[in-house]
């Protein structure tokens, strides 16, 4: 169990090498590629099946100059031959010269074949909140 | 499989109506109450375990006067005993007596133990952005 989380751990740091690196050959790499792959970019719709979850790379990686990751893992659970992670991204990108920090929340599934986990699913999300004791604002909807 | 799929959009359902009904006791029956339960609500750091979980529910019961849900289900996939439901949510409140809309991008994960699907992980996150051909905006992150 315990080497089962380090070697997912190991995915999800190739995930977000090859995000980080903006290479599409890396992203192949560390999704299944079949039709229920899914992927929920922050602010995004759903993208479903490994043909639209490449293209949404594609697009990021072609209007992205650089983007520098700090992921901290929250947690890790494995499930047999699943497992899920959250974690939180601090990302860091240009904007036409102009320096643009954020922090995504992001949940990642893996699953595991023949002693390979590969991504299935990955959802992030625009975190906003410092102070999560307060309740939940209409306005976090909006 | 299909069958699977129809059990696994029930819980789905029952999981919106105990939202809609601000209703924890509902919410109690479609958790399994485990300490690796995990939700993300929009904005929000992430909610570990059943104990903070279902704390952040009494949250935003305790917050709420009244929510209505119009739930769309974007696609179910089954896994064994494992399954996850990426789905859209439109949603209706009231913020000191002003109608307040927004949607949210879902991925909600359920695990079957003897039988019995139940929630294992919910991730809730705004979604602003209408033309889903249109590369990320830094300010997504933002």
Chains 1, 2 share one sequence.
């Not at 920090?101 to 949940?107: D, H, I, R, S």
Request: hydrophobic share 40%; charged share 25%.
């Amino acid at each position: 169990m315990e080497d089962d989380a380090q070697e997912v751990q190991k995915a999800n740091e190739a995930f977000y090498a090859a995000f980080e690196h903006l290479d599409i050959r890396q992203m192949d790499d560390i999704w299944w590629h079949d039709d229920d792959v899914k992927c929920i970019h922050p602010g995004w719709a759903p993208r479903l099946g490994w043909h639209q979850v490449r293209d949404s790379w594609v697009v990021i990686f072609n209007h992205a100059h650089r983007m520098d990751f700090s992921v901290c893992v929250i947690e890790i659970t494995v499930k047999g031959d699943f497992a899920w992670i959250v974690c939180r991204e601090q990302i860091a990108t240009s904007d036409d010269g102009r320096r643009v920090e954020g922090t995504v929340m992001a949940t990642n599934l893996f699953e595991r074949r023949e002693g390979l986990w590969r991504m299935i699913h990955h959802h992030g999300s625009p975190y906003f909140a410092p102070d999560t004791s307060l309740p939940m604002a209409p306005s976090a909807f909006a």
